[in-house]
């Protein structure tokens, strides 16, 4: 067995099961894999809690081959359900997600003590970067500091150096899910060093420029994909193969709901980089990422927006105007309020 950060792990896990989910003696905690996800993440996730009395429960399938609804012909969907509708916590580490899939709508809806949260590909390298070696107190100041800024905002114009410029106006409404990894409450929850949230669909218009990655179905991009929107919908898609690629894999659900815009996020963990690994890729720290597809309903704020599947892809090196002010330049904090604090997280 590789000794690969084996002490460094061995941290993160305990900062895990102790820190992030608070996991409490004779809790019952399941942790979700498949066929190509990291075992000795696996393995020492369910020590960690086994150590601090929680009862870990693992489970593993075989990787579908598709995420979120697209995957459940490929899952023991039943069985699978059944366990979290009772589970006290859910450690999703499987590679091709089962966020929004059945099991996972039916445990969020039925399930009201379920804490999950999204780790979905953690590997050893990546659960020491982004997880062990983060301020997690920290990042969350910073967090809610750039959460403030943008709830004040009506209007958002982003650019990036690969040719992307969108704009949108925020919904006062709609919630901003703040990530900063702990999953010490009901529902669901995602790593931290992500901001996301959904725009008024209709004001977003523009040039959206993938030039890091795009899950599924292509992984790291070889040239910018560029897409442009129209009152939110994806009207047509540029570039080279990857283009075609993505364009194809969209069509091939035959729903014009593929084509929605979902949301859009902030990336800044610290310890994040691309790697085409999306649950990492999302979170680089000065990128701006987008989902297309699948709505959940922590970002409606109540109805999900039903979908066959979901991607998300990442804009490196953002430039952010709230309401004309300059927040980020190409990817660095230029606001006066966060850079004491990006200084602090080593940005």
């Not at 067995?1 to 792990?9: D, K, P």
């Not at 075992?39 to 809690?49: I, K, L, S, Y």
């Amino acid at each position: 067995m590789s000794n690969l950060y084996e002490y460094e792990l061995g941290k993160a896990a305990h900062k895990l099961a102790v820190e992030m989910y608070k996991l409490k003696p004779g809790e019952t905690f399941v942790i979700t894999a498949d066929t190509e996800s990291d075992p000795r993440v696996v393995e020492a996730t369910a020590t960690a809690a086994f150590a601090v009395g929680a009862k870990p429960m693992v489970i593993w399938t075989a990787s579908p081959l598709g995420v979120g609804k697209a995957a459940d012909p490929m899952l023991p969907v039943e069985a699978l359900t059944a366990v979290l509708k009772v589970a006290d916590a859910w450690a999703e580490f499987n590679n091709e997600w089962l966020l929004y899939s059945t099991p996972y709508e039916v445990a969020m809806k039925e399930n009201k003590k379920i804490r999950h949260l999204c780790l979905v590909g953690m590997n050893v390298d990546m659960m020491v970067r982004v997880i062990g070696r983060v301020d997690l107190p920290t990042l969350g100041v910073f967090q809610d500091k750039l959460i403030s800024l943008t709830k004040a905002a009506k209007h958002v114009r982003m650019t990036t150096p690969a040719g992307g410029d969108v704009e949108f106006d925020n919904d006062p409404k709609r919630p901003i899910i703040c990530e900063v990894g702990y999953a010490d409450t009901p529902g669901s929850h995602m790593l931290g060093g992500q901001i996301g949230w959904s725009p008024v669909f209709r004001s977003i218009n523009g040039i959206i420029s993938f030039d890091g990655s795009i899950v599924p179905p292509i992984g790291l991009v070889k040239e910018p994909v560029k897409l442009h929107v129209k009152e939110g919908k994806v009207e047509k898609i540029e570039g080279g193969e990857d283009a075609r690629t993505f364009e194809a894999w969209l069509k091939s659900f035959n729903d014009p709901n593929m084509f929605r815009i979902a949301h859009v996020c902030y990336g800044c963990n610290p310890g994040a980089k691309l790697t085409g690994d999306i649950v990492e890729d999302e979170r680089v720290w000065g990128c701006t990422e987008w989902g297309i597809g699948y709505v959940g309903q922590m970002l409606t704020g109540g109805e999900p927006i039903p979908a066959p599947s979901h991607t998300d892809g990442i804009c490196l090196n953002t430039s952010i105007w709230l309401d004309g002010k300059q927040i980020w330049d190409k990817g660095r904090v230029v606001h006066p309020d966060l850079m004491d604090l990006a200084k602090k997280l080593g940005k």
